[in-house]
């Protein structure tokens, strides 16, 4: 039990265009889900918390216009890269924390790897 | 403010020996403890986890980690190598938000 999964696994795109990732919780509701971001050779880095049914909080320095984050039912969070750029290129992973769940557990979904061109 | 220091980048070990990967946190909360592994491209799988049940937990695959509030470590060890250990390890505190460590590379020589 406790899946998650993101699609695409693996994504190319052109400078300027837009990329929307999803993660999913498989088999659980997920109240909360995260967004984090990894840099080749680098750790993970919190990037938002989305609550279903209400905005995302962002970490410090995290760009809200440009990661738009929806997180509309209890099994579907999105994450959209707008304009992205080749700095935007990175390895993005969700996790979800299940509603009525231990706030200290979460499950990771695979990541996605996003390249900009 | 939580933060987590992992001492080594990379650590490198033959096959058959043991496996000691360092993990240091610091926390203003009674923290929960995560060590997870990472093969490359793929995504995170949790190893073991600590939360003030037992001082020594066993995770999978034949690791453990001991929790010394005193050294404020949480070091994970493992007897002996196997290649398929060849990952990225990172040491996570959770008080209000999962941080994550730096990361250790862990090299297996045949």
Redesign the interface.
Known sequence: GAVVS?HPSWVICKSGTSVKIECRSLDFQATTM?WYRQFPK?????MA?SNEGSKATYEQGVEKDKFLINHASLTLSTLTVTSAHPEDSS?Y?C?ARAGGGA??T?Y????T?LTVL | AQSVTQLDSHVSVSEGTPVLLRCNYSSSYSP?LFW?VQHP????QLLL?Y?SAATLVKGINGFEAEFKKSETSFHLTKPSAHMSDAAEY?CVV?GQ??V????TRLSVLP
């Open positions: 993101q995260f680098q750790s993970l880095m919190l918390t390895f992973i996790s706030k200290d979460q990771f979904g695979p990541g790897r | 929960s997870y491209n793929k995504g995170l986890k939360t990172f959770y938000n999962f994550f460590g730096p990361g």
